[in-house]
């Protein structure tokens, strides 16, 4: 484990035992939810599992459950709230190629509305749909690892 992912350099296992101060929202013996430091919306949310886990790898899947249900009664909140809300994404961020920054796998629960400069960028191969064959081998690579 390099230096980066030790516990012991973790912001969220800080926060987790009170060294560091967050904007709590719900806590329980498994997971725990509070609002990220840097909002992409207001009532942008991050859900973490208390066990340091790095990558989705190392989460225990039972967990991995658990952090999804938390997201679902988070984002019913965030609805039922008067917050600007017309959509949600919830994204999870597994290695720095996918654009992960800290170490301890989280889900955010993002609030979204219409023109809130929030989105997805695609590369110009992402409009050129492949053909079956393409898409049934490459699902035949996956099938096959699971
Ligand atoms: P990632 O890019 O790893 O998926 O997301 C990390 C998120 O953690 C970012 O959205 C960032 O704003 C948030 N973050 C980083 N440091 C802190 C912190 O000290 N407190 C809180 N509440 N959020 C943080
Ligand atoms: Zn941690």
């Known amino acids: 484990m390099s ?3 030790s516990k012991e350099n973790c912001i969220f296992c800080k926060i987790l035992s009170g060294e560091f101060e967050c904007s709590e929202i719900y806590s ?20 973490i599992p208390r066990e340091h886990a790095c990558y989705l790898k190392d989460l225990d899947k039972d967990v991995g459950g658990k952090l999804f249900q938390v997201g679902q009664k988070v984002a019913e909140a965030i ?3 008067d917050l600007k809300c017309e959509g949600v994404n919830f994204l999870l961020a597994d ?8 170490w301890h796998t989280h889900l ?3 609030p979204r509305f219409e023109n809130d ?7 110009e191969k992402y409009f050129e749909k492949p053909s079956r064959e393409e898409l049934n081998q490459v ?6 690892k699971i």
């Open 3 to 5: 230096n980066k992912e």
């Open 28 to 47: 329980d013996d498994t997971v725990i939810a509070f609002l990220d430091i840097q909002p992409v919306n207001p009532g942008h949310v991050l859900v």
């Open 79 to 81: 609805r039922n709230s």
């Open 95 to 102: 290695g720095e190629a996918a654009g992960q920054e800290v």
């Open 108 to 110: 955010h629960v993002v």
């Open 117 to 123: 400069g929030f989105g997805f960028k695609f590369s």
């Open 139 to 144: 699902a035949e690579k996956i099938s096959k």
